[in-house]
């Protein structure tokens, strides 16, 4: 919760879907509960774009403190921005 309110990137270790531990520093934006799981999305530094993990994969969590915030604009906006243009894309593969 601190590392929202401040803005500050933290190290986690992650059980993957596909049963793969990884390391990734984060950046959360908020917590969300969908379909049964609370999921905090983020902008993952690995990736370099806006990610979301499932609360309870997560394995290992810490302070990041060395790490520097990217240079663009992280929040949560443009992270709410970025999932309605993948679900509406989603949507519109899965008409056709």
Known sequence: YQAIQQQKAVKIVYFSLNEQLSER?????????????????TWCVLRNSYRDFRVDRIQNLDKADDVESPGQEIS????IHFNAEAWRIAKLSSLH
């Open 25 to 41: 520093i984060i950046f959360p934006l908020g917590l969300f509960y969908w379909g049964e799981k609370w999921t905090v999305g």
């Open 76 to 79: 949560l906006e443009a992270y």
